[in-house]
């Protein structure tokens, strides 16, 4: 079973920060949290990861709360491009360590 | 870097016929490789974790005679679906690790519809 929780769905104005939040209260010391997305019939595409420290990439920021219980993932000015299924994900860095995935949160972005 | 392929892209197939779908990491190796199925409007499920010059490991609930799985090299794995029948039509994504950053984020294909009559 999936060891995150999302919400079902969320909607963004388009130009604006897309906030996207994960509950993962039972995350081990070793793993790391995961952002994926999946645009409508299109495979997974790797947004960021994080332990513990908050991350930034050229696609989006993570922030990981001190207890690294929950996470943001956040869109700094989302796009129409944007609207897809957002998956967070906990793994462990290991080669052969499996992605669960949840049901994600649908987010929709509006003009 | 760390693209992932799958070809074909959609397949369609008749009942009992079987249908082969492959893998490829263009510009790393992967010594694993995992296939997923996702049915419409439905998450992903893994079904196997392949590697490379081994046997894969398949979820429980997973056929393994049906989903044939063979990882014969760093680069590519296959995914054949023996004798599909129409409730085997769904899409199936393959995905490799890659360790380029040291904690092997896993990349994903592009995906094959497989459509079975």
């Not at chain 1, 906030?19 to 070793?30: E, F, K, V």
């Not at chain 2, 893994?46 to 429980?60: D, I, R, V």
């Amino acid at each position: 079973d999936a060891k995150t929780t999302q919400p079902p769905s969320m909607d963004c104005a388009e130009g604006r920060a897309a906030n996207l939040p994960c509950n993962h209260s039972t995350i081990s010391g070793n793993e790391y949290v995961y952002w994926y997305r999946q645009i409508h019939s299109q495979g997974p595409q790797y947004i960021i990861h994080g332990l513990k420290n908050n991350e930034t990439n050229e696609m989006a920021s993570l922030i990981i709360t001190e207890d690294r219980k929950s996470s943001t993932l956040i869109l700094p000015h989302a796009t129409l491009r944007d609207t897809a299924v957002y998956y967070c994900i906990v793994r462990a860095p290991y080669n052969t360590d499996k992605l669960i995935f949840g049901t994600g949160t649908r987010l929709q972005v509006f003009p | 870097g760390a693209v992932v392929s799958q070809h074909p892209s959609r397949v369609i197939c008749k009942s009992g016929t079987s249908v082969k779908i492959e893998c490829r990491s263009l510009d790393f190796q992967a010594t694993t490789m995992f296939w997923y199925r996702q049915f419409p409007k439905k998450s992903l499920m893994l079904m196997a974790t392949s590697n490379e010059g081994s046997k894969a490991t398949y979820e429980q609930g997973v056929e393994k005679d049906k989903f044939l799985i063979n990882h014969a090299s760093l680069t590519l794995s296959t995914l054949t679906v023996t004798s599909a029948h129409p409730e085997d039509s769904s899409f199936y994504i393959c995905s490799a690790s890659w360790s380029g950053s040291g904690t092997y984020e896993q990349y994903f294909g592009p995906g094959t519809r497989l459509t079975v009559t």
